[in-house]
Structures are given as C-alpha cells and as structure tokens.
T-cell receptor, first 116, second 114 residues
Framework: NAGVTQTPKFQVLKTGQSMTLQCAQD?????MSWYRQDPGMGLRLIHY???????DQGEVPNGYNVSRSTTEDFPLRLLSAAPSQTSVYFC???????????????FGSGTQLSVL | GESVGLHLPTLSVQEGDNSIINCAYS??????FIWYKQESGKGPQFIID?????DKRQGQRVTVLLNKTVKHLSLQIAATQPGDSAVYFC?????????????FGQGTILTVHP
C-alpha cells in the first residue's frame, strides 16, 4: 500500500502564479484533508472533504480551493500564490466517518512550497 | 509543555532515560486525543490515541495519560532511544460539528543524546 501520496515534494512559485498540489490515497478513505504547517504554529486545517463531491472549509481556507471528484484524489489549488502561502502542506486521510473507533489521520510526506 | 503559544518547547534527554512530553488543551468538549511523531522532512506519524472515557492507555514503550480535570495530556516514552528524536504533536477532536477535524498543538522538540 502506498498510503497517502503527495506531489510535488518541492515547489517554488512567483507571486501571482497558480498551481495544484496533488494528493491521492489508496486506502478507500472517506475523509481527506489539507493542512499547512508553519514554524511554531503546528498544523492548521485548510479544507477537508467527507466524501466525493463534498468539501468544506477549515481554519485557514482563504486563497485555496479544493474539489473531490473521486474517493482517491483531493487536489489543493492555489489560484494566485502569495508569499504568505509559503509553507509545508500535508494531505491526510482517515478511514471511517461515522464510527468513532478509528479517527487517526494518515499523513502524506508533504509538499514544501516557497512563494517569492 | 506544549500549548498554544509562541515558542516551541524542547526536551533533551539521555538515551535510556524516560521522556515525558506534556500538552495542555483548551476545549472541554474534546473527547478524543492523539499523539503524532514527526521526523525531519517527513509527515506526522501516529503514535497513540485515547478517548475521554479513559485516563491511561499504553502502547509499545509509550503511555498516554489524560487528566480531564485540568485539561492536560502527556506522552511518556520509556527507555528513550536516539531514533525517538523528533517533534511530537498532540491533537484533539471536539466531536459534534467538528467531527473528524483534529486541532493540533504547536509541537515539542525531543532530542535524545547517545
């Protein structure tokens, strides 16, 4: 099992450029999410999805768009990159939505994004 | 200990010692807590979790303690090894409308000296 796969691992953008961070999971997880990680601030939730066709905002959604057309994929789009979006981005998924017995998130290896 | 704040706490221990990493949480409605380990350049890895109806849970070399009265969580690592050096995060899930959304602390840096 590959688990949660993120691409690319590194990316440098100029202010105003757009790009898509890719995330795919092969565990048939219903729930997928995107976090950003900044020094001294832990992980903050950007957007999440509870299933194909369903997305919602997290704590810091501004400047980011998501879509969930399939169970496996959950891309994160930056429409017009800004220096404040320089961060490390993690995609994460979890197994069950309705059961409370298993809530742990499985994380990808991250994408380090620099916006100049 | 770890909490919402400006500085990343650090803990330095000698190999073989026991380590205790602390975490204060603020939401009294949180009913699920989890610890992650993050090594440099990698994503967070699950260590252990605990529900609010428990006050202690043990894994392999790790124990999580939950004190709901003072809203405090701790991770104990027995016989700490150099490979345990990493950033450790606690996270909480308040359930209800925030079901499935984990809120993370800022992390604690653990350094294990051989």
């Amino acid at each position: 099992n590959a688990g949660v796969t993120q691409t690319p691992k590194f990316q440098v953008l100029k202010t105003g450029q757009s790009m898509t961070l890719q995330c795919a999971q092969d565990m048939n997880h219903e729930y997928m999410s995107w976090y950003r990680q900044d020094p001294g601030m832990g992980l903050r939730l950007i957007h999440y999805s509870v299933g194909a066709g369903i997305t919602d905002q997290g704590e810091v959604p501004n400047g980011y768009n998501v879509s969930r057309s399939t169970t496996e994929d959950f891309p994160l789009r930056l429409l017009s990159a800004a220096p404040s979006q320089t961060s490390v981005y993690f995609c994460a998924s979890r197994q069950t939505l309705t059961g409370r017995s298993n809530e742990k998130l499985f994380f990808g290896s991250g994408t380090q994004l620099s916006v100049l | 200990g770890e909490s919402v704040g400006l500085h990343l706490p650090t803990l330095s221990v000698q190999e073989g010692d026991n380590s205790i990493i602390n975490c204060a949480y603020s939401n009294s409605a949180s009913d699920y807590f989890i610890w992650y380990k993050q090594e440099s350049g990698k994503g967070p890895q699950f260590i252990i979790d605990i529900r609010s109806n428990m006050d202690k849970r043990q894994g392999q070399r790790v124990t999580v303690l939950l004190n709901k009265t003072v809203k405090h969580l701790s991770l104990q690592i027995a016989a700490t090894q150099p490979g345990d050096s990493a950033v450790y995060f606690c996270a909480e899930n308040a359930g209800g409308t925030s079901y499935g959304k984990l809120t993370f602390g800022q992390g604690t840096i653990l350094t294990v000296h051989p």
